[in-house]
């Protein structure tokens, strides 16, 4: 009985053994004709078994590569296309950059520090105060998920001040969410209050816009 482990090493696994042993028998043929048949028949049975490649933008263009990948570059063909460099496939990945940006509180993520930037830009307004009320319900939410235990709004009015170097505050009589609204996530009354902000702020900037592209 053959095992897996004493078959030869499957070069591209998605095509399973009997493409590559089709593969290295098409490079015994010795006509150059014959054998350029047996590898576009191959090509043929390659896209069969692959449907999903289909999507991929130049298709046969990489069954060709595939074809040529698995034969060990040793198949000498007429193909439609420029035979791959076998030294490309040796060349080790870039190494990739990671963020260096320090987050100050990990639990609220560093996209909200971005949306506090944008909202230190807002002139002194509601529009400002409800963005701000917002943010600090957003604070209390990611905390909530990242500690289940009581939090109290004072805690997250002090981060928010921190995350804002002082520039967002929020009235300590404001009420945020409750523990209860954040456990099941209702919480029209923020909703629909930040809905209509968000609304708001995007039909000024259409209006804005439109006046922009206005032709005179």
């Known amino acids: 009985m053959e095992y897996n482990t004493q078959l030869d090493h499957l070069i591209i696994p998605e095509y399973g053994r009997n493409i590559q042993k089709m593969i290295e028998y098409c490079c015994t043929i010795e006509n150059r004709d014959e054998r350029n048949l047996c590898a576009k028949a191959i090509i043929q049975i390659m896209g069969q078994l692959n449907p999903p490649l289909r999507d991929v933008a130049d298709f046969n263009h990489k069954l060709w590569d595939h074809l040529f990948i698995i034969s060990g570059f040793k198949l000498d063909v ?9 030294d490309s496939f040796k060349e080790k990945p870039k190494i990739l950059e990671y963020p260096k940006g320090r987050i100050r509180y990990k639990h609220y993520g560093k996209t909200i520090e971005e949306i506090i930037k944008k909202a230190k830009e807002f002139p002194e307004g509601p529009e400002r105060a409800e963005l701000t009320r917002q943010i600090a319900n957003h604070l209390k939410k990611s905390y909530y998920n990242w500690n289940k235990d009581t939090i109290t709004d004072d805690v997250i009015f002090k981060n928010l001040t921190e995350l804002s170097g002082g520039a967002l505050k929020i009235d ?10 954040l456990r099941t996530g209702n919480n029209n009354s923020n909703n629909n209050s930040g809905k209509k902000f968000f609304h708001k702020n995007n039909k000024h900037k259409n209006n804005h816009k439109h006046k922009n592209n206005r032709k005179f």
């Open 172 to 181: 300590e009589t404001v009420q945020l969410s409750s523990h209860q609204e």
């Open 78 to 86: 007429d193909s439609p296309y420029a035979v791959p460099n076998p």
